[in-house]
Nanobody, 112 residues
Framework: QVQLVESGGGLVQAGGSLRLSCAAS?????MGWYRQAPGKEREFAAG???????NYADSVKGRFTISRDNAGSTVYLQMNSLSPEDTAVYYC?????????WGQGTQVTISS
């Protein structure tokens, strides 16, 4: 069982930045972030493999940067140039032995 603890959400003005963190309770493989806006389905935002390869949704490419610490158990999402369209609950995920684990979600709200 893997537990994920997220932090870093909040309220910022459009054009601002936020940094999300997610710490896993043990070793994991891929990690990343999904997000769910009000009234919409959860969507992939960004992911990073154990080898450091990254992948981004087109909607965040060039504005968000995902990274992992050296131990590989904490993932970060640096979000810049935020817009109201980025308002969502952001969920961290981690994969281990083909199983997916989810964090509790952290609210990100961007005011115009």
């Amino acid at each position: 069982q893997v537990q994920l603890v997220e932090s870093g959400g909040g309220l910022v003005q459009a054009g601002g930045s936020l940094r999300l963190s997610c710490a896993a309770s043990g070793s994991v493989d891929a990690m990343g972030w999904y997000r769910q806006a009000p009234g919409k389905e959860r969507e992939f935002a960004a992911g990073v493999t154990t080898g450091g390869s990254t992948n981004y949704a087109d909607s965040v490419k060039g504005r968000f940067t995902i990274s992992r610490d050296n131990a590989g158990s904490t993932v970060y999402l640096q979000m810049n140039s935020l817009s109201p369209e980025d308002t969502a609950v952001y969920y961290c995920y981690a994969r281990r032995r083909a199983l997916n684990y989810w964090g509790q979600g952290t609210q990100v709200t961007i005011s115009s």
